[in-house]
């Protein structure tokens, strides 16, 4: 699943990389935002919404998308 | 894009969620990876490579791989 810091919540890392890639050479870069990917196999799939809710993301700051067979 | 702990060299965050699962009583989860997703908006794509190599993966233990238009 892509965990992504929710809208409008600081993304201290997205914005330590779009200021850092300027320095490094690297021009025309925006909207950087860092998140998660954790993946797994699981046996019932019907848990994974659960799953996400109470450990993997934190709904308070982070969305959370559930993808199946994301290429490998 | 996608970076990934590579194969072999150990992820403790997968090892921990691989663990916290069960005590949550999740079953039936098994090859747990934490990794990370990097967003971003670019006016010349063919700079990503480079940027993936020198700032946002660490290529000696992680993988990264390039998807364009990521669902959502």
Known sequence: MLIRPKAGI??????AVERALPAL????VSH???GRLVELEL???SQLEEMCRTLLAN????????VRD???
């Not at 050479?25 to 025309?28: E, Q």
């Not at 709904?59 to 559930?66: A, G, Q, S, T």
């Open 10 to 15: 600081l993304d201290p890392q997205g914005i």
């Open 25 to 28: 050479g690297f021009s025309g």
């Open 32 to 34: 950087v935002h860092v």
């Open 43 to 45: 046996d019932d799939p």
């Open 59 to 66: 709904p308070l700051i982070e969305d959370y998308e559930i």
């Open 70 to 72: 994301l290429p490998a």
